[in-house]
T-cell receptor, first 112, second 109 residues
Framework: SQTIHQWPATLVQPVGSPLSLECTVE??????LYWYRQAAGRGLQLLFY??????ISSEVPQNLSASRPQDRQFILSSKKLLLSDSGFYLC???????????FGQGTRLTVV | AQRVTQPEKLLSVFKGAPVELKCNYS??????LFWYVQYSRQRLQLLLR??SRESIKGFTADLNKGETSFHLKKPFAQEEDSAMYYC???????????FGTGTKLQVIP
């Protein structure tokens, strides 16, 4: 069966420090991968999505970047965190042919 | 550009009352529409999708292309329905999935 792992679950980082959140998928190949930020009253904001290795689409200008070094690995990064980067980040995957999205457990990032 | 609108941030109903969570979308083509639910301390998960045309946990949703709506309905609310509900759209043939801002459903005993 397919599973999605996202870590860490919680993270507290100082302003100006780097960030790396990792998401991996098991049990499937060539998934479409997504990073969302979930905020109260703003719903799920799509940050990045990827349809293949090295292929990244960015949805909103921001202090974050994404990479897909392997087929089932999706990484969310920042070189220097801002206070406004605090939030709840969700990774998701969808089969290449479309259909249901499967979400990770999420990462609560607090920038102090 | 595609957009999903959920006008209600919070919907409170009494147990046994009917529920309707509104979702409107804007997209010129033929989209795929979904409802996702997030129960307390659980992962976001699929509730239903319009192409399945099925009822899940008593919930149904009909795609109305004329009104560009995909409202979620249940005739009799139950306490366990209390959760956060998100409407989502995926344009046909494309991979970008857009979510609405979500509606928190609160079922009062």
């Amino acid at each position: 069966s397919q599973t999605i792992h996202q870590w860490p679950a919680t993270l507290v980082q100082p302003v100006g420090s780097p960030l790396s959140l990792e998401c991996t998928v098991e049990g499937t190949s060539n998934p479409n991968l997504y990073w969302y930020r979930q905020a109260a009253g703003r719903g799920l904001q799509l940050l990045f999505y990827s349809v293949g290795i090295g292929q990244i689409s960015s949805e909103v200008p921001q202090n974050l970047s994404a990479s897909r070094p392997q087929d089932r690995q999706f990484i969310l990064s920042s070189k220097k965190l801002l206070l406004s980067d605090s939030g709840f980040y969700l990774c998701a995957w969808i089969p290449a042919g479309g259909g249901e999205a499967f979400f990770g457990q999420g990462t609560r990032l607090t920038v102090v | 550009a595609q957009r999903v609108t959920q006008p209600e941030k919070l919907l409170s109903v009494f147990k046994g009352a009917p529920v309707e969570l509104k979702c409107n979308y804007s997209y010129s083509g033929s989209p795929e529409l979904f409802w996702y639910v997030q129960y307390s301390r659980q992962r976001l998960q699929l509730l239903l999708r319009h192409i399945s045309r099925e009822s899940i946990k008593g919930f149904t949703a009909d795609l109305n292309k004329g009104e560009t709506s995909f409202h979620l309905k249940k005739p009799f609310a139950q306490e366990e329905d209390s959760a956060m509900y998100y409407c989502a759209l995926r344009p046909g043939g494309y991979q970008k999935v857009t979510f609405g801002t979500g509606t928190k459903l609160q079922v009062i005993p």
